[in-house]
């Protein structure tokens, strides 16, 4: 019996260590597109600025 609730708690932390890498990875990625969103903005205020020069 402490066999089973051992490998119970065995696979339920690799479990929550996967999900915690796949939150990781996709935080990544969403700070990623942020920063292409921010830098797009940036372009498009400067060209709206240049414009009306």
Do not use: H
Not at 7 to 18: F, G, P, W
């Amino acid at each position: 019996m402490q066999g089973i609730l051992w490998e119970t708690i065995r696979i339920l932390s690799n479990a929550i260590k996967m999900e915690q890498k796949l939150f990781t990875e996709r935080y990544q990625e969403l700070a990623s597109i942020e920063n292409i969103s921010t830098q797009i903005q940036d372009l498009v205020n400067d060209y709206i600025f240049f414009i009306s020069i």
